[in-house]
């Protein structure tokens, strides 16, 4: 079955750093579209970044230049590099595979991001 473990999440002082890690399995992750998400207290869950299975990568315009999405497919592990970061971005973090969100699939526990200001 598809399993997602993220980590990474911690409080941070405005204008810091953090990296995301999500480890899949339950899927063919090198194979798999993948994506991170995010959803602040009150709002609904929000697409942050993908990267399709040939590295390609897109990002919402509030995260542009300042995150960056990348994955290890080795270790069946996708990343989020989180620069310059600001309370905004205060949510909890969520990794999938774009396939298994459509489906209306399983999501993991997510990682807690607090940015304080």
């Known amino acids: 079955q598809v399993q997602l473990v993220e980590s990474g999440g911690g409080l941070v002082q405005a204008g810091g750093s953090l990296r995301l890690s999500c480890a899949a399995s339950?899927?063919?992750?090198?194979?798999?579209?993948m994506g991170w998400y995010r959803q602040a207290p009150g709002k609904q869950r929000e697409l942050v970044a993908t990267i399709t299975s040939g590295n390609s990568t897109n990002y919402a315009n509030s995260v542009k230049g300042r995150f960056t999405i990348s994955r290890d497919n080795a270790r069946n592990t996708l990343y989020l590099q989180m620069n310059s970061l600001k309370p905004e971005d205060t949510a909890v973090y969520y990794c999938?595979?774009?396939?298994?969100?459509?489906?209306?699939?399983?999501w993991g526990q997510g990682t807690q991001v607090t940015v304080s200001s």
């Open positions: 999938n595979a774009l396939a298994i969100v459509a489906g209306r699939g399983p």
């Open positions: 339950g899927i063919i992750f090198r194979l798999s579209a």
